[in-house]
């Protein structure tokens, strides 16, 4: 283990800002942009990709010492499928009304280009701690990411967040925020204000120094 | 002739009304990463059509005779197992492992395909073929295809699901050209700095998902015509 | 995810020994989860209909619901539920019907009543029609327009007030969605009203006989 490695805290420190999945990596674009129609649906997805996450980093990272080289995209692939699975089961039998509103995309988390992204970088390298500390992280940042979106389409959209209304009844609710369009266009600008608020930052780091 | 004029309306749902790109959001990291030129996103789309044409074949036999609920191949194997023949099996649990491997094993297919009858081609899609396979455009055509298997009433077809592949796959080529293009003149203009590269092109994205959405109902006006000029 | 030769490193089997551990542990993982959770989706998504079923059809007791699949007229065969009382009599059916809306699939239950003359009452399942437009065809107000509503002749959607007994007020804005419900309930019940009309002669008791209720 050579100490260049990023530690525990530092990622899990990377992936809530940093190195935010969605802000700063662009990945996993299929569920950020489906989901995030409302509060429940985007909290229940962020959670879920959570548990895919962590579950995986940790079995990658316990049997990290025995995957050959060119079959661990398939160890990878079939762990992932198989815990998605069970989320989605979970969901169905607990939450019914909501894994219908998911519908499809809870099965996409497979093909989350974050999860696999995270075995390969982090869980296949390092211990089981730090590859928890990492899907941690990303979990987190990545519900941060689904949640600013979520909440912009949502208050414009239907004027509720978590379906509890939060503007005057005047306001008809935007409704094309909560349709395709809408998607697309709040990811696109809340990624400018992300990458300028990014490029103020680095600006006045520079103009300091 | 009902069939008929079924397909045109899957055909139609598929590409243009709930273009997979545009409207289910699926297919959405290849389409922000490879429409910069529109010869390679053609391309691209071209290969994405291919591989979700085999992947839906494949899935599409594989669900109705092994995973589905009632599937025949399971109900013989169990039947003469424990010599039971009124048992439904349903190996549904399976499915989504078994569309990533059927995937991936497509985006070989059609990767060793390629490169042995069009060299040119397979050099210049360089490290995107193998990347389809984490396309979710085509895990979400197989997830179609599995959930109009669920119900033993109203089962899909072979017909019917691939029609919606080859639907959806034009849909994508159609998405992902359209950007392209746009994006090309982009590349000349006065973008603001902090939307220069994703964040324009989501917001472009979204104007011509707003664009699409004009083809809402097309399907069913169609539908209704053709069933009139055939009768 | 291309595969270098394996063939200088060993046989298959050797390579593979992990993937196989790792498929045959997932599996039973797999196994187990759904035989503790199947039972209770498969509960989840009868409930999603049986809930329905007392609002749908007055009297019904959802329990006592009986779900069985008849033939109907195209020779397809179609999913159907007996609302029963809580004393076992026929109350009424509740059919499921799907069908082309104006942006996607809309998805029915239509209640009728025992002898399928009348309609009782209709449900949106699921609907993906235009928000803030189409899809108030899943709220109350529309779907209590087809309470009490003759099975024949077929129900016509009309912009304004609805003057025949099978007229339906289109929603504003919505004149087809509406008529897409209206299409989709008329195609199911005309698909399968002799079915059930069939069905429900057999299931009614068989006329007491009154010959000998006087005798001492």
Known sequence: ?209 | METFVLLIQIFIAAALINNFVLHYFVGVCPFLGVSRRVDTAFGMGCAVTFVMTVASLLSWTFTYFILRPGAPLPAWVWSRISGRSDVVVDLSVLSYIMYIFVIAASVQFVEMYVRKFFPPLYKAFGVFLPLITTNCAILFACLLIMKNLQDPTALWGLGESLTMAVGGGLGFTLAITLMAGIREELAMCDVPKPLEGAGIALVVAGTLAMAFMGFTGVDKSVAEALAKALH | ?216
């Open chain 1, 1 to 209: 283990m050579s100490d260049s490695d990023p530690t525990a805290l530092e990622r899990f420190l990377n992936g809530i800002l940093p190195e935010n999945p969605i802000y700063r990596q662009l990945l996993g674009m299929c569920p950020t942009l489906a989901v995030t129609g409302a509060m429940k649906p985007a909290v229940t997805m962020a959670a879920a990709t959570a548990f895919v996450l962590v579950s995986a980093n940790l079995i990658v990272s316990l049997i990290r010492g025995l995957l050959k080289p060119h079959l661990r995209i398939l160890v990878f692939t079939l762990t992932i499928a198989t815990f998605v699975t069970i989320a989605d089961k979970a969901l169905a039998a607990y939450l019914y009304q909501m894994s219908k509103q998911l519908g499809p995309y809870v099965p996409l988390i497979i093909v989350n280009c974050i999860i696999i992204s995270r075995c390969e970088i982090c869980a296949s390298k390092q211990s089981v701690g730090v590859a928890l500390a990492d899907a941690l992280g990303m979990s987190l940042g990545f519900a941060l990411g689904l949640a600013s979106i979520a909440t912009v389409r949502e208050i414009l959209g239907s004027g509720t967040w978590f379906g509890l209304p939060v503007l005057p009844s005047g306001w008809h609710g935007w409704g094309i925020m909560v349709l395709p369009p809408g998607a697309f266009l709040t990811l696109g600008l809340l990624l400018g204000a992300a990458e300028w608020l990014g490029q103020r930052r680095a600006a006045r780091a520079t103009g300091k120094a």
């Open chain 3, 1 to 216: 995810m291309s595969e270098p030769s394996l063939k200088s490193e060993g046989g298959y089997v050797r390579q593979a020994w992990l993937v196989i551990l790792l498929a045959v542990s997932y599996g039973a993982a797999l196994a187990g989860v759904e035989t503790t959770l199947g039972p209770k989706i498969a509960e989840n998504k009868r409930n999603e209909t049986y809930d329905k079923i007392p609002n749908l059809v007055p009297g019904a007791d959802k329990s006592r619901t009986v779900e069985m699949l008849l033939e109907d007229a195209d020779g397809n065969r179609r999913r159907v539920y007996q609302a029963l009382g809580s004393d076992g009599s026929l109350r009424g059916w509740v059919l499921p019907a799907g069908g082309q809306g104006f942006a996607d699939r809309i998805e029915l239950l239509i209640g009728l009543d025992a002898p399928a003359a009348r309609i009782t009452g209709l449900y949106v399942l699921e609907q993906k029609e235009t928000p803030g437009l189409g899809d108030y065809i899943a709220g109350p107000d529309f779907q209590s327009n087809f309470r009490d509503k003759p099975t024949a002749p077929p129900l016509e959607v009309v912009k304004g007030d609805p003057t025949a007994s099978n007229e339906i007020p289109a929603l504003t804005g919505a004149t087809i969605s509406s008529e897409a419900v209206a299409a989709i309930a008329n195609a199911a019940i005309a698909a399968v009203k002799e079915a059930i009309r069939k069905h429900a002669v057999s299931l009614q008791p068989p006329p007491r006989s009154t010959k000998n209720r006087h005798n001492p």
